[in-house]
């Protein structure tokens, strides 16, 4: 008897997979949530002389797919500004900041930094009891009360003198990261268009333990360049695929459902 399912129960998204044109792998993400496919067209209506509708006909038929990732993903972000996430090496570094707070102790005259700084240091600020930034101190070629000396060979600071034990100097510099990721945002750069495959885990309705994974396939997607990221703790990763028809097959495919018999 041949496999024909009407209807399944949506348990939950598995994955979503982005290709390239030629079939290499671009992106995944596994968090997803909200999933939704918005059908969209246009209409043209014929009118007789009274202006009285004959007929109407539809127009530029559209698909989108929009959804939100639980976790910021690193990958996506980048997909959705056009470019690849860096990765760090040791002969990739990447210039990354660092707010290093330094603890000072009784006796201490010096402190050696976590980092090499990438250019010299020429400012410093003890830290208020709130976090703020307090007195500013300057490099010299001596410490003093209202100066420090950096050793740019060490990445160590000679420390001002009469600070208070248990005072915190915040340093702040760049150094070559070499274990380190990021994604550049720039004005030239823009989503690229893919295979989009969404991996749905549903069971059947009327039995709930027979598990049905559903795929919905988009052949020719691009990520929508307009984001908006909340950086908060229950923020989510908003993300929308357009879908584009390949102009020279003659079906016009925007988007397709398959649910295969399970083995």
Request: aromatic share 8%; glycine share 6%.
């Amino acid at each position: 008897m041949a496999f024909n399912i009407n209807n399944f129960v949506i348990d939950h998204v598995l994955r979503g997979v982005m290709t390239s044109a030629d079939g290499s792998y671009l992106w995944s993400i596994n968090q997803i949530t909200e999933p939704s496919l918005n059908i969209t067209s246009e209409t043209a209506e014929a009118v007789d002389a009274l202006g009285s509708a004959i007929a109407t006909f539809n127009r530029g038929k559209k698909a989108e797919f929009s959804a939100s990732n639980s976790l910021f993903d690193l990958s996506l972000f980048a997909a959705q500004n056009g470019v690849d996430k860096a990765v760090a090496s040791a002969g990739a570094t990447i210039s990354t900041p660092a707010f290093e707070t330094l603890e000072i102790a009784a006796g201490d005259t010096s402190k050696t930094l976590a980092h090499t700084p990438l250019e010299n240091i020429t400012e410093i600020y003890q830290l208020n009891g709130d976090g703020t930034l307090g007195t500013k101190y300057v490099v010299g070629t001596e410490a003093s009360e209202t100066q420090f000396v950096y050793d740019a060979e060490s990445a160590s600071v000679t420390l001002p003198t009469k600070l208070a034990a248990g005072t915190q100097l915040l340093v702040m510099y760049n150094y070559a990261a070499e274990n380190a990721v990021a994604v550049t945002g720039d004005a030239l750069n823009f989503p690229k268009a893919g295979k989009f495959v969404m991996e749905v885990l549903g069971t059947d309705t009327c039995d709930p333990t027979t598990l049905i994974h559903a795929y919905l396939i988009f052949p020719n997607a691009k990520l929508d360049a307009n984001v908006d990221i909340s950086f908060t703790t229950d923020g989510k990763h908003p993300f929308k695929l357009i879908c584009q028809q390949n102009y020279c097959d003659s079906k016009k495919v925007l988007f397709q459902i398959v649910v295969p018999e399970e083995a």
